[in-house]
Structure formats: C-alpha cells, structure tokens
C-alpha cells in the first residue's frame, strides 16, 4: 500500500508542473493586468506596482522564480489584497469551505446511498422509480436554480430557516449544505443502486439466501461492501469537486470561503490568487483521489493482500 | 412416507418472448439417506426445480404455477417467509455449482461458515461466536481442509476451487440438514479433485443419513452416486427409475441419445500425422509471471513458473491432445505458441521459421497460419458483431478476400460448420452455446490455417452439443488437413479426438506418447491417478472403480 501511495504521489510531480505551467500561461495570456482596471492612476504608480510584484522581469524568469516560490510552499502575495499573501487568504477561506463542502459530502452520502439501495432491493418498480427520478432531477437542476428556490420555500414563505451567513445563526448552515450537496447525493444514488444490483445478482447473494440469513441482514453485511465499492471511488473526486464548486453556493448564501475568493480573483487579473488557488485545488484532488482509491483497495480483501505483498 | 414428496410442480418464467415453461409437471419424492439424480442438459429444468423447493427463485419473472412439495408433510411451496428461513439451511441445505461465485469474497470464510448458527432464524439454537467457531473448524477439519484453524479467517481468493467447494460443504452441513441439494457440485473442478469431493459427500451422507438430490450433466458421476435418476429435458420427466434401469435398459430415447453421445474409447480415424515433418518444434519453452500472493512476497519467490521448460514437436496432420488439471498451464503452453503469451525463454518455430524473433507486423503474415478456438464461445465472440462480420473479418484483412468474393466465401464457411446462412446478420447472443461454438471455428478456419489450437473447444458445452462439435472439428481436420493442438482437461474428450497425447503437470510436460499406448500403460504415477479418476457412465463399472480407490 505504501509504494502504491509513494508511487501516486511522484506521479503527481509531473501532473502539478504541468497544471503551473498551463495556468501561468493562460493567467498571463489573458488581456489586462491586475492594475489595468484602475484608470486614474498615472503610469509611473503602475510602472511601480509592476516592479514591485516583478512584472516587468521577462515572462520566463516570473515563471521560474514562482516556481520556486511555489516549490517552498509560497503562493506569493495577493495582487489585490494588498498587504495579503495568498497563503493568508486561503487559510482564512478554507475552514469554512472545508465545513460546507463536508457536510455537503455527509447528506450525498446518507440521501444518495440511502435511496440507491431502497432503489436496487426492488428494481423496476415504484420503490425505484421515484427515488430514480429525484436523482435523475438532482443531476439535472443547477445549484444557483436549487439554491434560491429552498431559500424561497423554506426561508421566506415558510420561515423555518435563516436565508444566507455561515455561522450566524443557528441553521443557516442547513440550506448551503443541502444545495452543494444535492447533485452529488443524486450522483451517489445512481452509482450505489448500479453497485447494489450487480452485487445482488451474484450468486454468493444466493447462497447467503440459502443460508437462511435475513434479507436485511444479506443487504448490509453480504451486499453493501461490493455494492459501494463505486461509491468509495467516486468519493476522491467528489470531495475536490465540492470544495472547488462551492462557489455558486457560497455566492448564493454570502458565505466567506474559498470559491468566492476564486471567482473574485480572477474578474481581478488577481495572478498569483488565481494560481495559488488552482494548484491548491489540483493538489487536493490529486490528494482525495489517491485517498479514494486507497479505501477501495483497502475493501477489497485480495488487493489489499496484493498491495501488502507489494510493498 | 417420503422426506420430500414432489407433485406435479410447474415453474413458468414470464418473458419478452412469452411464457417459458420451465418446469412442467414433474414429480418425484426422495426418502432419508437415499440418493436422487437429476439429470438432463442446461435448460432441462434441473436446477430451476430445485431452486423453487427454496424459494431460491427471482420472483418475477419466476412464477410457480401449481404443484406441492410436501417435506416431512409441509409444503414448501406455500409456507411463510419466515418459515422458509427456518428451513433454509436447517432442514435443507444447497452447495452450488460454481465454488468460485458462490463464496462472498469480500468476507472470511470462517464468517461465512459461522453464519447459520449465529443468526440461526430460530432464536433458541443462536449460538454465541466462541461456540460456533469451535463447531466450524471442527467441520472444516471433516471435509479435508488441512490446519483448520490457521484457515479460519482466509479469504475465498486464498483456496483453490476444490477447497472452496470443501467449505461449501462444511457450510451446507453445518446445521446438520435433513436434505441436502448438491447443483453440479463437481463441474468446476478437476477430476481428481471431483473424485475427491463426490467420495466426500458420499461418506459425509451415510454417516448422518440425509437424503441428497444430486443435479448433474455428467452421467458418469451419476451412475457412480445416485440410487434413483430422473433425466429431465425442456421442462418435463422424460424417465424415472433405479439407477441400473436407467442405464442398462433405457426405454426412452432421449436417455438412449445422452448415454450414446459420451465419448468413449478411441480415435475412429486414422492417424494421417507425418512423424518426421514437424509443423511446430518447442524448445526449452519458459513462461514465468509475476507472482503477487502473499505466499510468494514471504517466500521470496517473485514469479508464477506457468511454462517451465517445456519441448514438444507437433508433427503434420496430426491432433496432438495436451492433458492437464487447472493450473497445470496447458492453455498458457498454447498461448505462448501462438505468441498471444510472452514467451520469458525458450523458442518456438512453426514450419522452419522462428517466431519468437519476429516483431509484432512481421508476424501478421504467420498469424493467418495459425488459429485458436478458445474455450468460451460467450466470452470469445465480439457481442457487437454479427456473425458475417465475425467471419468476414479476418478473411478481408488478411486479403484473403475481396468485395466481390466476400459473401460466397462466409456463405462456404457457415456451411463448413453447419450453420444455416440465412442466420448470418444476428449476433452472438442469439445462438446457443453449440452454435456460438460453430461460429468460433468457422472464425478459426477462415484463413485456412494449418495449425489450430484448440483451448478447452467443447467444455462449456452439454454432452450431445460437445459429441457434435467433436464430430465437426474431425471432420475439417480431415478436410482441411489441419494440424491441431487440442488443450483439454477431460481426458475421454481428449482420447476420442487425438493420436498422440501429452500430460502436463505443473508447467512441465511429464508424460507423452500415442494415445492408445498411454491409456492402456500409463508410467507417471501421475498420469495413472488422473486415469482412473475418471467416472464411466456405467454404474456397475463406476461402482467398481470407486470401490477399487
């Protein structure tokens, strides 16, 4: 298990270069610069903030010298934000994305492994039909469509919970979580009834039956830990989604995390922000994905033996 | 009165296509420490009775139409859900037919074994885990799994089909059941192996008395173990009676047609092998993988020897049979011929040219000289092409065929191996097992080969369906003076198609020599046991030869 995990994360080394150099290009491809956009300062102010923040050196040597920036953990200081470094910003953000976009991951998998289960014991009727169907709307409705319509229902007309903040009152936590969360509960739902119905079909399902074992008992202990084994999978890049998607949600609800950040960053021309915001986001899924697959390994008794014997 | 009494029982499936009757008006009834045999071919019925005893069934598209099944007076084919649990397992256990898809592999064995008794339906025999454990190792140690203890929490992965099986069996009896279902308990597994298990059963019967309903294909295992056959086909009884009756004095014709279609006794055709020609000439032939068990990382062994110095010639025009258990890397031996392997050393040459030093393009032009028939016609047949395109593909892009010649040359090959050439736009699933099989060798043949391989050709296949293909492959040899190697672990199949045969044993050849010869004087200890392992449809006879073990 170990050298598979060493093994991942020195492939990561050429996937993060790349991931650096393709956004540098892009960020400083793009028209205007992060001062262009005030006008009345005079060009010598401009000449000075450039030369502060080294944009007047060659394109090149910007590159390597955040490189090596980069390499020490330094994301450099924000463009906008002045006085700020970017490692600053994103360690006051990332508490509250974190939270959001775990709570979010919590009600997927309760809603979305829940209903696919319910949906895969009995195929093909009602009992999978309708949950199938709320799945099948959860992929389809966008957040920002989702998102303003439970604070329609539920924090206007019936009054129960608290609009947008994070943290302020006691439940506005609820309808942030629920709206990042509802794609990926549909998401897991139709992977976990796929998982289920492919493990109940197998014939060591039968004999278990044969056994004389309870129905739920063949459910949770013979079938669930194959059936999941997608589910497991689909958890590294749900996770990274979730931390990086939470932008719309965070918008919606006014919420100071990551995303917004992000988003700010680049209407800004903000460089070193948009930068140090993708690969820290490309580290973490790299990161939730290897984690992901390592659970998967770790469930299935003969590849983990296999891994065992490997390193 | 009977243990089980079944009357007039019929089993419809609802389907696309209409009503399939599964199961249609069969009756039988099986008393205390006898054995009952149901024999027929895959979709005779055979299994779908027994599964509906249990309410093993998927319910739909399963319907039991009509009939009762009295055990000890209560039918089971009304009683409760909770009921059947409390029988399930108890009163009637099953050991099904694939030991490999049968076991949870996500849970140890030893847990799996232990589940009966501590979630027994009945809440006065729950008994505590300590108690269970104890029981379990103590039935492990029954059926032969060797230091039961240490073996407790292995996983299915980490024992061969034959032990897997063994736990089956610990499994099914460890409730001590009254009736005991055993569906083709034995065709996964080698005859060595199979021989073992059947003697196990047999002993574990007499020694506790249950009755046992024996569903098989193989009749030469059914006349060594059942006290009462029922041969089954489509759905109905087509002959009930003493096992003896049934084989020596048949009065129905579809029994007469199963006993006459098992291989038995020699090649009818003559041997038209060239003995100083040699088509292929193997030498010192080495396939290793790498080996990732946990056995092999503590033992510091790094590789699986599949091919361990293996030299054999096959000489023109003859079939060479190459015999092996599970294992024992026949099928790698072809595939490393073929370069479908790669080959870790050694050289193998085909008609004076060395393959082993072309490069993948250089070898195009050898791979329309030699064909395989591989040993699943489900698993090796392109679902999404349909059989002329299965058929014309090769042809066309060995540029063996143009547009124009195309369709002439498939509507030549369809007949070559009997399929009618108005069925040439389905697609696989279409077929039957025996037709998908026609298919594979007509992809083979297309290129007019002069080496095939043949891997396992006729072992997916029922005992009428696999004497027919056996007769087709005869024939092309003879018509095509095709030279072939036939990979196969049932050794009647291999005598009645080859003139020379060679045993394989662990990645190494240990035996070879002409057919006859070998069978009538084996000198490997080896080869002696795998030869009188095996069952003959003749129960006087196979009651002999298990008697002589």
Known sequence: MLRFAIGRLLQAIPVLLIVISVTFLLVHSAPGGPFSADKAV????????????????????????????????????????????????????????????????????????????????????????????????????????????????????????????????????????????????????????????????????????????????????????????????????????????????????????????????????????????????????????????????WLNPKLRQQSRGDS | MALLEVNRLKVYFQTRNGLVKAVDDVSFSVDAGETLAIVGESGSGKSVTCYSLLDLLPKPPAVIEGGTALFDGEDLLTCSTPRMRQLRGNDIAVIFQDPMTSLNPFISIGEQLIEPLIYHPDKTRIQGRKQARLRAIELLDEVGIIDPVARFDCYPHEFSGGMRQRVMIAMALINEPRLLICDEPTTALDVTIQAQILELIKKLQQTRDVAVIFISHDLGVVAGIADKVLVMCDGTIREAGDTESIFYNSQNDYTKKLLAAIPEGAKVLTNRSEPDKPLVEVRDLKTYFSDYSKAAASGGKKYIKAVDGVSLDIRRGEILGLVGESGSGKSTLGRSILQLAPTSFGTVTFDGTLLDDLNPKQTVPWRRRMQMIFQDPYASLNPRMTVYQTLSEPLLYHGLADSKSIDQQVRQLMDDVGLAYGQMRKYPHEFSGGQRQRIAIGRAIATKPELIIADEPVSALDVTIQAQILDLILDLVERHNLTMLFISHDLSVVRYISDRVMVMNKGVIIESGDTETLWANPQQEYTQRLLKAIPLADPRLERRRIASL
Request: glycine fraction near 10%.
């Open chain 1, 42 to 297: 005079p060009p010598e102010v401009i000449k000075a903030l450039e030369a502060q923040y080294n944009l007047d050196q060659p394109l090149w040597q910007q590159y390597l010298s955040y490189l090596g920036d980069v390499i020490q953990g330094d994301f450099g200081p924000s463009f906008k934000y002045s006085g700020r470094t970017v490692n600053e910003l994103i360690a006051a953000g990332l508490p509250i994305t974190a939270e959001l976009g775990l709570y979010a991951l919590l009600i997927a998998l309760i809603i979305g492994i829940t209903a696919g289960v319910m949906a895969a014991i009995r195929p093909n009727t009602l009992q999978d039909y309708i949950p199938m169907s709320g799945a099948m709307l959860g992929i389809c409705m966008p957040s920002f469509l989702l998102g303003p319509l439970l604070v329609l229902v539920f924090g206007i007309y019936l009054d129960w919970l608290p609009v947008s903040g994070w943290g302020d009152i006691p439940g506005d936590k609820i309808l942030p979580s629920i709206t990042l969360g509802a794609a990926y509960a549909a998401y897991i739902a139709r992977l976990s009834r796929g998982g289920m119905l492919e493990v109940l079909s197998q014939d060591y399902i039968r004999t278990a039956r044969a056994k004389g074992l309870s129905e739920p008992l063949i459910i949770v202990k013979h079938a669930l830990r194959g059936g999941l084994i997608p589910v497991v999978a689909f958890l590294g890049p749900a996770f990274a989604g979730l931390l990086g998607g939470s932008f719309v949600v965070e918008t919606i609800f006014q919420i100071p995390g990551l995303g917004r950040f992000y988003v700010q960053a680049a209407f800004n021309r903000d460089y070193t922000m948009i930068l140090g915001m993708t690969v820290f986001f490309a580290t973490l899924i790299i990161l939730f994905n290897l984690l992901s697959d390592m659970l998967a390994i």
